[in-house]
C-alpha cells in the first residue's frame, strides 16, 4: 500500500513530481492486485497530470480545487505523461484491480471507465 506524506506547500516542477511519480508507480508496479486505496490516488495523480495542460478539467468548485493547480508555471516532464496514461489504461481494467471490481460490483464499470477516458483523451 502506498505510504507517504506529501509536503505542504509542493509549488514547483521540483516539489511535485517525486509525488506525482510515487501514487502513479503504485498502479504501474504492484505487488499483485492493486488495492483501491492505490488505485485511487494513481488516479488522482494520473487527473492532476492531465490537468497541469488543462486546469479548466478540474472546475471552479473550491472543494474539489481549493488552490488552483499547478501552482508553478513549470513543465512536468514528459515521462509523467506517459505514466499517467498508463495508469489510466491500466485502471480501466477489472483485471487485478480492486479500484475496477468496485465500480463493476454497483455496476458502474462503464461510467468508471468512460470518465477514464474523458481524462486520458486530453493526454
Excluded: C
Excluded at 510515487?22 to 492505490?38: H, K, Q, R
Excluded at 495508469?87 to 460490483?105: F, P, Q
Amino acid at each position: 500500500m502506498l505510504s507517504y506524506t506529501a509536503p505542504y506547500g509542493a509549488d514547483t516542477v521540483e516539489s511535485v513530481q517525486p509525488i506525482l511519480e510515487t501514487a502513479l508507480d503504485a498502479v504501474l508496479n504492484p505487488d499483485g492486485v492493486i488495492e483501491a486505496s492505490d488505485g485511487t490516488t494513481g488516479l488522482a495523480a494520473a487527473a492532476l497530470v492531465v490537468a497541469w495542460d488543462h486546469p479548466d478539467l478540474l472546475g471552479g468548485d473550491a472543494a474539489y480545487a481549493p488552490e488552483p493547480w499547478p501552482r508553478t508555471s513549470g513543465t512536468l516532464p514528459f515521462q509523467l505523461q506517459i505514466k499517467a496514461a498508463a495508469v489510466m489504461n491500466r485502471l480501466s481494467s477489472e483485471e487485478s484491480n480492486e479500484l475496477a471490481e468496485l465500480w463493476a460490483e454497483q455496476g458502474e464499470l462503464a461510467g468508471f471507465q468512460s470518465e477514464i477516458a474523458r481524462w486520458r483523451a486530453k493526454l
